[in-house]
């Protein structure tokens, strides 16, 4: 019987929302990025697996002050058939929000996705 893995990266590229009134010319801040704390693996997509189809997607998630995904996007896809099983394993994920020394902030983070049938 032959395996497959789904994989996801659990470094995550953040980019912290930052309000007006936070920018202070003078001062230098320091954001701590939304991490992803805990995420299931994505159930391989039956088709796929099937016909032995390999695939990668980056989901862009947008972390909200609690922590919680507040909406995904595909960024980039090798194959729309695996983009369900991403999006909602990204939507389902816990995260640490980004903080600055005010606090939590709402920020973006990228997810890559990695789709490999194991021979």
Same mark, same amino acid.
């Given at each position: ?7 996801? %990266? %659990? ?8 309000? +007006? /009134?936070?920018? $202070?010319?003078?001062? *230098?801040?320091?954001? $701590?990025?939304?991490? *992803? #704390? =805990?995420?299931?693996?994505?159930? !391989? ?10 695939? !990668?997607? &980056? *989901? =862009? #998630?947008? #972390?909200? &002050? /609690? ?5 995904? &996007? ?9 983009? /369900? %099983?991403? &999006?909602?394993?990204?939507?389902? +994920? ?10 939590? *902030?709402?920020?973006? #983070?990228?997810?890559? !996705?990695?789709?490999? !049938?194991?021979?």
């Amino acid at each position: 019987m032959k395996m497959y893995i789904a994989t996801v %990266a %659990a470094t995550c590229l953040s980019i912290a929302s930052v309000k +007006a /009134d936070m920018i $202070k010319p003078a001062g *230098v801040y320091t954001v $701590k990025p939304a991490d *992803v #704390v =805990r995420m299931a693996k994505p159930e !391989f997509p039956q088709l796929p697996l099937r016909l032995h189809w390999e695939g !990668f997607v &980056l *989901v =862009r #998630v947008q #972390v909200g &002050l /609690d922590g919680k995904a507040k909406q995904a &996007l595909v960024a980039k896809s090798t194959n729309p058939m695996f983009n /369900d %099983a991403a &999006l909602e394993s990204a939507m389902t +994920a816990e995260y640490a929000p980004a903080t600055m020394p005010q606090g939590p *902030v709402a920020s973006w #983070v990228e997810i890559p !996705f990695t789709f490999k !049938f194991q021979r």
